[in-house]
């Protein structure tokens, strides 16, 4: 009798799904595990709904949403870059919603919201940056890149790391600005000739931050709250936005087409850009510019105000046939050189 | 034949065993009296270990059908069937003490195991294992181990108790011992048991009929006395002790008789419907009688052997070798003798070739 | 009298068939009166809410009804009875899942036949189950009435069971997931599409042999399991000699060494390495204090990912083949040296011979897992891609391609299957065996000189090293900023295992880990039980039963073993997102995962185990009229208790290392702790990822005596090398 209960209760343990109901909300998060605990909390906490929070890189969710489509298991998707979520909105797999704070947006923000139809919208941005690790640079006594340009020079030969546009999300927004600002054939030129120093192309987005921190590779293209954040970790690593401008990659959310709790995620949506979620950001120790022009920058955000942000042409480059000509061509112009 | 009160009969009708095109058992009939015990004797491969698997219900026949006691069991599981069976490896059970293995049995067919204990070491008490029963099977001596085995056959008091090359696994002088233990079981319990085995002389001890087999099918059947003085042809004749098979002719056919010329000389043989013309003589060794040269068969002794009980010869002949037993050990004849072969009136017989 | 018709009956008239929103409770079993279609039964609702696809269902039952009612029916008719109406069960039960979904009809011919419907219906739940599996054992019950399966119902049960639980947990994912591979493209049709991503350049290209360019990955791949096989299996080797050949002092010591591959988490070794040969390592550093040389970034790429492998997968090797090296009968070798052969050309001619197979297998297990590695080509790769890590990035990445993933599976499935045969056609039929059931009384021979110095200075030096990459990693766990500031502290095992006490004196576990460990234990303990009783009903069945289909069985079972993670994890998340089994999102899903994932070891180990048992155990058993059942309990399990314990053993610990499989599959309600560690390494935050490592290598050292202790050891009498049963050879 005793092993028939335990079974049962087993078999109820295993068999409890996603929360439904009334008061409750599936959220998937691509951000920091305690970003989204932040979230996750704040939002039970000045809702009283039940958040069911799974934690999976910007790929995983975008793949698990697209298996999920006949039967969609998540309400909202909060966080991971910009153009995941557009491939998402050109796939029909999210819904489009005008969010109440949408005029207290920052324009790129706003943009996202715009170039998507209205599915889905910018909460909060990184800026694309150099990062370099300065006691190795002082060993090898090479100067500090400050500009797109600077990572041609034959000095920096092997030392630079950046990672693979097929695979990471992070490089193709490194792509997409570069052709932005020098036109497509020259940003093509540009990486063909700093393919000479390029180390090699991790197919993580990640992996080229973590090895600038850790002395691994010299210098890193990635984000410079990024690199900020290895700063504040105790490595040394120094980030600037390059000379020539630079871009914000977005990150953005998005309802899920089809959610079981359309109220409770549209809540979410609201509530996830008001100045009080946005602050959220900085008390789970990240340093991503707020959307909310009313939300203050998180404490030891990099100075950015020499910086030249371009704006991205979310237009363009979200939607999937550019995406599939450009890393067609990275593939035959940089992807097939000799190393 | 007497009627033991476990005894069943088991009839088989028609059954055959075949893997793909490889028949193991081709369809054959065979009816075991209740009570009676039938061995099955043949080479390695002729399909005798195939029938008493089928018997146990092991195997499932391709063809035919099965009944033991009346009821059919054709399709009926091992367990469902009133047999046990005595493995050749024994399988006992090498995680359980001897108790354990033999009281399995009777706690599987739902006897309590305080009574399923009680009955167990009665069991091991009759084939004189007292004591023994704490012991894991590792612990006995092959012999110990083949009693076990027994024992747990025999608690179960079935109707039927089949025995795999039982005695295979040990020396010449516990398997003599152990045979006759068999024997003397079987006839004080009436119980029907069907033995396998591949040695003639064991067949020969304990049976009550032998069936003979050879390339899957039933080269002869019938009692100890019969298959020997009596084979059907020259494979049974020889696999049943030692035969001089001797090429010979039958001139004439006469009644039930027939005369028969080998060499120079001639005898008269029951015909056994055998045509004229050419023909096989099976003769024991035991019947060739060895005389004085000039009379009968003449021949020369190649080789004499001392075996103690008998003297054993090989006797070059204008028709081949012979080979003769003699009871007389105190007057060897010495190779190179000169002798005159005659036949006994048994031990000769005509057989197909 | 028929038992599983009523299992039918009440999976179809009592309980809810539906898969039921929020758990089930009790309240909600009994299903007959509900008013809510969704929480009803078959019966109800196809009476009261008229879900007319439920008739079929219904009528099934009927038609079984006889056999279990009508007492007097003949043995084979009413098998008749039973296997026709199981099947036409089982029919409706799939043909009305696939054939109703959440938007109504799933295919428009469908609704054209039958006309629009204004309903839907979700995943079957406890309710569909129960009737299937009812139904299910119908059929076998019918198929050993009418006399299958020698008439045991048991066995016609258990292939039943495998068959189907096969087919629903492998082959249906599996089938769903490479029939992407035949996706058309926006250009082309399936087959063309087909075409034009196998010949992808990507994947087969050979530029590197002409150019410094990289060649396709599929090349990358083999290339790499070729020579890690290679090494690791000669490394194992040496240390299966010192192990048992050598009086080497450290020899019990290094068979600790077997544990560690299973019992480390993801990643551990890739970081360790970087800390000793990255740039900025240990090494580098040293070398650059002495001579100034800079050995700049060498471990990243295929070097890397191969020294890693090798580090990863010797022990596995190692295992592998001191069972072998240990089962070399004495003999052999005795009567070599007694033919007047020097100890070196016994070991060259008789002794490395017979290891032949053991080494074969060594590289085969090798082969295939490094095929099907992602930890150490994500962490050391750089450029350096890999079947596994593409496809990955093939469904995770900026592409988002499922049909490409798919077709690299194939990839990586065709190497996995071709290594397989290959070793079947090489070993082929010549005889190894050394071990007879006689007891062996001789020596085993001591290594000739050259070859214990080649062993002693190969295995030595590995071994301290494989020590170093575990204890610098490790260390990470202990120490400040890992790589950066060597400050001991325990900060990590706090962020992790807090327990704090509430305002009201009760604890709370607020450390970080809490959650997903409660978790992984738990699953993972469910599913190590199953799998090992599915994994030794398997083996049974295989080496004890012939069947028609019994190669094709056992090649779905191994089949599993073959695919990496990734593909495993991709495929259960298409196939169980939708009804009828719609288990995506619950705990289920996970156990089937851990299950179909980890079973062919125990289904190995099993086999083996049983080809060492004489068959005439089980028939003993059987003419002592044990059930089936009973002689598997009895008799059959007690002695295989030790392939029982490794298959317990493997499926916990894999059930909690494994990390590529569940990614996709973990929610938030069942986190596991390998997916934890992933992210928090992914964000750099190696201290609570290591710490909490180190917690489960300590939590499954403790659960592998745990599991030892409650199998127990198989008792063989105090001569316990010399097995009583001698297997019967020539059996007529």
């Known amino acids: 009798m005793r092993r028939l209960a335990a079974i049962a209760l087993a078999v109820a343990t295993l068999s409890a799904g996603p929360a439904a109901g009334q008061g409750a909300l599936n959220l998937y998060c691509s951000g920091p595990v305690e970003w989204c605990q932040e979230m996750a909390t704040g939002f039970q906490a000045a809702t009283g709904t039940q958040v069911a929070m799974t934690q999976k890189s910007t790929g995983e969710v975008l793949a698990q949403i697209r298996a999920e489509a006949a039967n969609p298991r998540g309400d909202v998707w909060w966080t991971g870059q910009a153009d995941a979520h557009l491939v998402a909105a050109e796939q029909g797999l999210t819904e489009p919603f005008r969010p109440a704070a949408l005029d207290d947006l920052e324009p790129w923000a706003r943009d996202l919201w715009t170039a998507s139809g209205g599915r889905t919208v910018g909460m909060a941005g990184l800026v694309v940056g150099i990062g370099y690790n300065t006691e190795l640079l002082a060993k090898k006594k090479l100067p500090p890149p400050a500009c797109w340009d600077d990572l041609l020079r034959p000095a920096y030969r092997g030392e630079i790391q950046m990672s693979n546009p097929h695979s990471s999300g992070t490089a193709y927004t490194i792509l997409t600005i570069l052709v932005q600002i020098k036109g497509e054939d020259a940003a093509f030129r540009f990486l063909q000739g700093m393919h000479a120093n390029v180390n090699s192309y991790p197919r993580s987005g990640i992996a080229p931050t973590r090895a600038v921190a850790r002395g691994e590779t010299a210098i890193s293209l990635g984000f410079v709250q990024g690199f900020a954040a290895e700063t504040k970790a105790g490595f040394p690593v120094a980030t600037a936005a390059p000379c020539e401008g630079t871009t914000l990659a977005v990150d953005a959310m998005s309802i899920v087409k089809g959610a079981r709790n359309r109220a409770q995620a549209r809540r979410f949506y609201d509530w996830a850009l008001t100045p009080e979620a946005q602050a959220l950001t900085a008390k789970a120790g990240q340093l991503h510019l707020p959307a909310n022009r009313k939300a203050p920058p998180p404490p030891g955000t990099p100075d950015l105000s020499q910086a030249r942000l371009v704006p991205q042409d979310l237009a363009r480059f979200g939607r999937s046939a550019e995406r599939n000509r450009l890393l067609a061509r990275w593939d035959e112009e940089i992807g097939r050189l000799p190393r | 034949m007497p009627q033991g009160k476990g005894g069943a009969e088991v009839r088989l009708e028609g059954i055959g065993k075949r893997y793909g095109k490889v028949a193991a058992v081709k369809p054959l009939d065979l009816v075991i009296a209740g009570g009676t015990l039938v061995t099955l004797l043949g080479p390695s491969g002729c399909g005798k270990t195939t029938l008493l698997r089928m018997i146990a219900g092991l195997e499932v026949p391709s063809e035919g059908r099965i009944s033991i006691g009346g009821r059919d069991v054709t399709r009926a599981s091992a367990g469902e069937r009133d047999v046990s069976l005595v493995f050749q490896s024994y399988a006992l059970f ?94 004080r319990l009436g119980v029907t048991v069907v033995y396998v085995t591949h040695d003639q002389s064991e067949a020969l001890a304990v049976s009550d009929r032998i069936v003979v087999m050879r390339n899957a099918e039933i080269a002869q059947a019938g009692t100890p006395a019969e298959l020997y003085e009596f084979p059907a042809d020259v494979f049974v004749a020889g696999f049943m002790g030692e035969a001089n098979i001797l090429p010979a002719r039958i001139a004439a056919i006469d009644g039930a008789f027939a005369t028969v010329e080998i060499g120079p000389t001639t005898i008269r043989l029951p015909h056994r419907g055998l045509p004229q013309g050419a023909a096989s003589l099976a003769i024991r060794p035991e019947a060739v009688r060895i005389g004085a040269a000039g009379h009968g068969l003449p021949g020369q002794v190649r080789r004499a052997a001392y075996m103690g009980a008998v003297m054993e010869y090989t006797i070059d002949t204008a028709i081949g070798p012979v080979f003769a037993v003699s009871p007389d050990v105190g007057h060897p004849l010495a190779a190179g003798a000169e002798v005159g072969l005659a036949l006994a009136d048994r031990g000769v017989v005509l057989v197909r070739p | 009298m028929q038992l599983w018709w009523w299992v039918a009956l009440a999976g179809a008239v009592l309980l809810p068939w539906h898969m039921q929103q929020d758990g089930l409770r009790a309240g909600s079993l009994l299903a007959l009166f509900q008013d809510d279609p969704e929480a009803a039964s078959a019966a109800a609702q196809a009476v009261r809410h008229g879900r007319f696809w439920f008739w079929p269902v219904l009528a099934a039952l009927a038609i079984g009804a006889p056999a279990a009612l009508l007492p007097g029916l003949g043995r084979e008719r009413r098998g008749g009875i039973l296997v026709a ?29 039958f006309g629009p419907i204004e309903d839907r219906q979700f995943g079957i739940g406890i309710g569909g189950a129960v009737a299937l599996v009812g139904f299910l054992f119908q059929v076998t019950d019918g198929l050993a009435r009418q006399g299958a399966f020698k008439g045991d119902r048991f066995t016609a049960g258990a292939v039943g069971l495998l068959a189907g639980s096969i087919l629903v947990f492998t082959f249906w994912p599996m089938a769903t997931i490479l ?23 990507k994947v087969w290209g050979l530029a590197c042999v002409t150019s410094a360019r990289s060649c396709g990955v599929a090349w990358n791949t083999l290339v790499l399991a070729v020579s890690t096989a290679t090494v690791a299996t000669a490394l194992g080797l040496a240390f299966a000699l010192i192990a048992t050949r050598t009086s080497f002092p450290a020899r019990r010591a290094m068979r600790l060494l077997t544990v560690l591959p299973i019992i480390t988490p993801p990643f551990v070794i890739g970081l360790g390495l970087i800390l000793i040969f990255g740039r900025s390592g240990v090494v580098n550093q040293m070398v650059e204090a002495l001579t100034g040389a800079q050995l700049g970034r060498w471990i990243y790429g295929a070097q890397g990912v191969w020294l890693a492998q090798v580090f990863s997968f010797t022990p596995t090797a190692f295992l592998v083949l001191i069972g072998v090296v240990e089962g070399i009968s004495p003999t052999m070798e005795e009567a070599s040296r007694t033919l007047r052969a020097s100890p070196m050309r016994t070991f060259r001619t008789v002794s490395l011979p017979l290891m032949r197979p053991g080494l074969a297998n060594a590289w085969l297990v090798v082969f295939v897992e490094s095929l099907a590695d992602f930890g150490n080509p994500i962490v050391l790769g750089g450029s350096f891609g890999v079947l596994s890590t593409e496809i990955f990035f093939a469904v995770v990445g900026a592409q988002a391609d499922f049909g490409r993933a798919a077709m690299l599976a194939l990839v990586l499935l065709g190497f996995a299957l071709a290594a397989f045969f290959l070793q079947r056609a090489v070993l082929g039929r010549r005889s190894y065996v050394s071990m007879s059931g006689k007891g062996d009384g001789g020596l085993p021979a001591t290594l000739p000189r050259p070859v214990a110095i080649a062993a002693f200075s190969i295995a030595v030096p590995w071994a301290i090293l494989t020590a170093i990459v575990y204890a610098m990693a490790l260390a990470g766990a202990f120490v400040k900023v890992w790589g950066r500031d060597w400050t001991p502290t325990l900060d990590h095992f706090a962020r992790a295992f807090a327990i704090t006490t509430a305002p009201d004196g009760g604890l709370i576990l607020s450390g970080l880990a809490w959650n997903s460990l409660g978790t992984t234990v738990t699953l993972a303990a469910i599913a190590a039980p199953i799998t090992a009783a599915l994994g030794m009903l398997a083996s049974w069945v295989l080496s004890r039963q012939r069947f028609a289909g019994r190669f094709a069985l056992e090649f779905a079972l191994m089949l599993t073993f073959a695919v990496p993670g990734t593909v495993i994890g991709v495929a259960y998340i298409l196939t169980y997102n939708i009804p009828p089994l719609e288990i995506t999102g619950t705990g289920i899903i996970l156990v089937a995962c851990f299950v179909f994932r980890n079973m062919p070891v125990g289904v190995r180990s099993g086999m083996a185990a049983m080809s060492q048992l004489d068959r005439s155990l089980d028939e003993a058993s059987a003419t002592l009229r044990a059930s089936t059942f009973r002689t598997l309990r009895r008799v059959v399990m007690p002695l295989l208790k030790p392939a029982i314990l490794t298959a317990l053993v493997y499926s916990f610990v894999r059930a909690m290392t494994t990390v590529s499989a569940v990614i996709f599959l973990v929610s938030a309600r069942h986190e596991m702790a390998t997916v934890f560690i992933i992210n928090r390494v992914i964000n750099g935050d190696y201290g609570i990822s290591i710490a909490y490592s180190a917690a489960l290598i300590v939590l499954m050292v403790a659960a592998i005596g745990l599991i030892q202790l409650l199998v127990g050891s198989r008792r063989l009498g105090r001569r316990a090398a010399a097995p009583v049963a001698i297997p019967a050879g020539g059996r007529v």
């Open chain 2, 94 to 187: 090498p995680h359980m003490t001897v108790a354990e293995n033999v009281a399995y049995g009777l706690v599987s067919s739902g006897m309590g195991a305080r009574a399923a204990r009680e009955r167990a070491m009665a069991a091991l008490a009759s084939v004189g294992l007292e004591g023994l029963g704490e012991r894991l099977p590792s612990e006995l001596s092959g012999g110990q181990q083949q009693r076990v085995a027994v024992a747990r056959a025999l608690v179960l008091e079935p109707a039927v108790l089949l025995f795999d090359e039982p005695l295979s696994n040990l020396d010449a002088r516990l398997r003599r011992r152990m045979r006759d233990e068999i024997r003397e079981l079987q006839q």
């Open chain 3, 85 to 113: 109406a199981g099947t036409i069960g089982i029919l409706a039960v799939v043909a009305q899942g696939f054939a109703i979904g959440i938007r109504g009809w799933t295919a428009p011919w469908l609704e054209a036949l």
């Open chain 3, 179 to 201: 029939s992407q591979a035949f996706g058309p493209t926006a250009e082309h049709g399936p087959l063309l599409a087909f075409a034009e991503r196998v010949a992808d350049r």
